[in-house]
């Protein structure tokens, strides 16, 4: 068992806004001991001299998927809906390898950008097969990264999903659309494969389970999700009440919020994470917070796709346990935590005038990191204490961020855009050395990721223009239930403009 003794760093203290200079002991990737400078340590240990850095616990992203980073960037002016009716251009036709790689991707960089942990939506069935998701699963041991891998799983297509979108479409491209939604029972069996033969070491890369977006699923498939997550204690996480359409959607088809509609089939707990939460109101916030669930506040996204403004005071308020995420390439364009942090941080300022109810720095750094512990379910990540997991982040203090220090939480949430990340370990070892991942050869996955890129737009030529023939009538149709009455605003900007 390996034991290291970290000499010389100054480590966050984000309650007390201080960063003391602190010794560590890590004994098998495990925080044994903290210390004055000078702390005594076992003849054997490693010395890893962390002077000159800030310490702080490796970032948690409560919400990503490793399946979009080869998309990086495609698109400018879209929405959430958009997105998903344009799914054939960007997740259709991936090899295993495309898969790995894309997934691969996202580790590197979420790694160099001192995120140590990520709660992955990726591949559903019959996108992915089971041995697809573990070749995913291994892009994250690959990495060195902890991980949540939970495929998204739907039974109801998109354009079935929302009442009134299918017969909106143009007749002309009704045919080409894949409005079939998928097998209910396969996708149960394909699940519960995976689960139960997943060769992962759990303690770092654990398989979840994602029913995508509750208006997608069946009660069936919903109730099966339920049923396979209590079996194999799996984490779950879902969209809920991501976009307005969404909201608006679940009232027509079921008469009641998305968060309620789950929780009377029993998905709501400790171990579910709601993704972006942006159209919740105090009723769902408040079962939320009765069943112990988190929710992964997305902001970035969010403003992305022009989905709101969520009201995370709220939900901090109400008893929900709050996390925070990048979300996907597709719509974040990049996976930084810290802009994660520093977007959280000013979308809860813009909300009101009455600067008691914005997020604090160190709410926001708690969200980023135990929020995202507890939802991932890695409940000994996200602090740097006896006992917990030693993912540690490095910040150098000689970079541009921290010169000079002032208030170090207020400067990790606000000014640190991961430029300072200097060193970066997960449970002990170092994966991430002078700012560049430690194993990955860049120049060879730039490459790679470039034919890989090539390869699925080529593949999925067909699938983009049927996206652009139909955007005009998706759009449409969402804009109009954007522009419905509904007892929540969470817009920037008056509705109808
Ligand atoms: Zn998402």
Not at 161 to 178: F, N, R, T
Not at 228 to 248: F, I, N, P, R
Not at 341 to 348: L, P
Not at 354 to 359: P, S
Request: with cysteine; glycine share 10%.
């Amino acid at each position: 068992m390996t034991t290291t003794v970290i000499r010389g760093g100054r480590l966050l203290d984000a309650t007390s806004r201080s960063a003391p200079l602190t010794d560590l002991l890590v004994t098998g990737g495990v925080i044994t001991s903290l210390g004055a400078p000078g702390m005594a340590a076992p003849a054997e240990a490693e010395v890893f001299d962390a002077s000159g850095t800030l310490m702080h616990a490796g970032l948690v992203n409560g919400h990503t998927h490793g399946s979009t980073n080869l998309s990086k960037a495609t698109h400018d002016r879209w929405t959430l809906e958009l997105l998903l009716s344009g799914s054939g251009e960007w997740a259709a036709n991936q090899t295993r390898h495309h898969k790995y790689l894309n997934t691969y991707i996202g580790a590197v960089e979420m790694l160099q950008k001192g995120c140590t942990t990520a709660y992955d939506l990726t591949f559903g069935f019959p996108l992915a097969t089971v041995d697809d998701l573990y070749a995913i699963g291994q892009a994250y041991v690959d990495a060195g990264m902890r991980a949540v891998v939970a495929p998204m799983l739907q039974d109801v297509s998109f354009y079935k999903a929302i009442p009134g979108l299918y017969d909106a479409l143009p007749a002309s491209h009704k045919a080409q659309v894949d409005a079939s939604g998928g097998d209910t029972g396969a996708i149960l069996r394909s699940m519960e494969e995976a689960l139960k033969h997943w060769p992962h070491d759990p303690a770092q890369v654990k398989l979840g389970i994602a029913p995508t977006i509750p208006l997608h699923c069946s009660d069936e498939l919903t109730l099966g999700c339920v049923k396979l997550a209590t079996e194999y204690g799996a984490q779950t996480q879902s969209h809920v009440a991501e976009s307005k359409v969404q909201a608006v959607a679940a009232l027509k088809r079921w008469g009641k919020s998305l968060t309620a509609h789950f929780d009377e089939l029993g998905m709501l707990g400790p171990n579910f994470t709601v993704a972006h939460g942006v159209w919740l109101d105090d009723d769902d916030m408040r079962r939320l917070a009765a069943k112990g669930a988190s929710v992964s506040h997305n902001a970035g996204s969010n403003m992305r796709l022009g989905a709101g403004i969520a009201d995370s005071r709220r939900m901090l308020e109400l008893g929900v346990n709050l996390a925070l995420g990048t979300d996907g390439a597709l719509c974040a364009d990049n996976q930084n935590m810290y802009e994660a942090m520093r977007y959280a941080s000013m979308v809860s300022n813009v909300r009101t005038p009455d600067y008691e109810r914005w997020l604090s720095a160190p709410e926001v750094f708690t969200a980023a990191t135990q929020g995202g512990a507890r939802a991932t379910g890695f409940e000994k990540a996200g602090r740097i204490a006896v006992g917990c997991l030693a993912d540690i982040v490095f910040l150098d203090l000689h970079s541009i961020n921290w010169i000079p220090m002032n208030d170090p939480v207020n400067q990790v949430v606000l000014t640190e855009d991961a430029t300072g990340v200097r060193d970066v370990m997960v449970g002990g070892k170092l994966v991430v050395r002078g700012g560049r991942h430690a194993d990955c050869d860049m120049a060879k996955l730039a490459r790679d990721a470039q034919v890989a890129r090539d390869e699925v737009a080529e593949a999925n030529a067909e699938g983009k223009h049927l996206a652009q023939a139909l955007e005009r009538a998706v759009g449409s149709f969402c804009m109009g239930l954007c522009r419905e009455p509904f007892h929540l605003h969470r817009y920037g900007g008056p509705l109808g403009l």
